[in-house]
């Protein structure tokens, strides 16, 4: 087990271009699909810890999907999959390959990975969206955050992920509250 | 945490600005969390390889010690009715939250900053990138996964960019 999470961060790690975000989509079809170490749900509030916890992303997600397959050992072999290859390929460009991405062609070929990351980025998310369980209050928290990031960002304002999560947080209880409340008054 | 990093380098005088903002480029174009790329290059540019090492053990540490007591803790929270009411309110945001992060990398990586529009060439890229996924997914039935998509992506930037060379666009 300890082998296998090592080496499934190691290849997540291998193709994570561009941060935190562009490797939930590997995760989701690595952990989720293939492996089913956890369901769609679950990562999604595996996500939420990661996004309010310090520091990077990839790194919390790691840490947590392999401390809850396999304890503290599999939480160290996750991560150290993820970190080994990041690590190695910027040591060798320090070493070797300063003038690497400048290259025309490398250039080009990464042009071409940013548009990737994008889609895969896009389709996780809406992946997410549709096993999420819809009813009125999820589908409205959904649209009303992505309207108001949307709407946050044409004003260039940003506030962190945390308070949407906060919020979000607050937002669910709220209703949970109020719901189990109208259910009880109408069984009296 | 990119700003953390970038008041801590300059004020160490490990980089320049410039030299950061050049590296960060190179970051986003390599495999891994951006935090360890950087902790790797500064570690090494400043100690060596035992530097990089030490360093990336720095940026790691905190974050790993304080999800395995998140873990340790949520585990015996998880059926609380309250944490998963929390949770139902939590999931929509996660998903919203990546809709977004989604669409505003595509619009970052399409408008062309040097003619303050967009870049017709990156479109295509994508829509080339997207029309492969949805012709093995409803003509092939199956899943290319994101690796073969990645790599397949590469290729396709690298013809479609040399296409547009030669056409002279």
């Keep these: ?188 | 945490m990119i700003p953390v990093i970038k008041d801590t380098v300059l004020s160490h005088l490990w980089m320049t600005e410039s030299q950061f903002y050049g590296f960060l480029g190179i970051c986003e174009s390599t495999p891994g969390p951006i935090a360890v790329n950087l902790a790797t290059y500064i570690g090494y540019g400043q100690g060596g390889f035992l530097g990089s090492v030490l360093a990336v053990l720095g940026v790691t540490l905190p974050s790993f010690i304080i999800i395995i007591l998140i873990a340790k803790v949520l585990k015996s929270f998880s059926s609380n009715k309250y944490v998963t009411a929390a949770m139902s309110g939590i999931r929509p945001v996660v998903a919203a939250l990546i809709v977004w992060a989604g669409l505003s990398f595509l619009l970052s990586t399409v408008s062309d900053v040097s003619e303050h529009g967009a870049d017709i060439k990156k479109i295509v890229i994508f829509l080339t990138v997207a029309i492969i996924y949805f012709i093995s997914v409803f003509i092939f039935k199956r899943k290319l996964s994101s690796v073969v998509l990645i790599i397949l992506s590469a290729f396709a930037g690298l013809g479609i960019c040399m296409l547009f060379d030669t056409a002279n666009i």
């Design chain 1, 1 to 188: 087990m300890i082998i296998t999470l090592f080496l499934t961060f190691f290849k997540i790690g291998l193709f994570t271009f561009g941060g935190g975000y562009a490797m939930i989509s590997h995760i989701r079809e690595e952990i989720v699909e293939k492996k089913q170490w956890t369901d769609s749900n679950e990562l999604s509030d595996i996500i939420a810890v990661a996004e309010s916890t310090p520091g990077p992303i990839a790194i919390n997600l790691a840490t947590y999907i392999g401390y809850k397959k396999a304890g503290f050992f599999g939480a160290l072999a996750a991560t150290a999959g993820v970190i080994v290859p990041a690590f190695a390929i910027i040591l060798c460009i320090s070493l070797f390959l300063d003038g690497f991405m400048e290259n025309k062609y490398v250039s080009y070929a990464f042009e071409g990975i940013k548009c990737a990351v994008a889609f895969l980025i896009l389709k996780a998310g809406i992946e997410m969206y549709i096993q999420l369980k819809k009813n009125l209050f999820t589908v409205a928290v959904f649209f009303s955050v992505l309207a108001a990031l949307a709407i946050l960002d044409f004003f260039s304002v940003s506030f962190g992920s945390v308070l949407f999560i906060a919020l979000g947080g607050i937002a669910g209880i709220t209703f949970f509250i109020v719901s189990s409340r109208l259910k009880g008054s109408k069984n009296d």
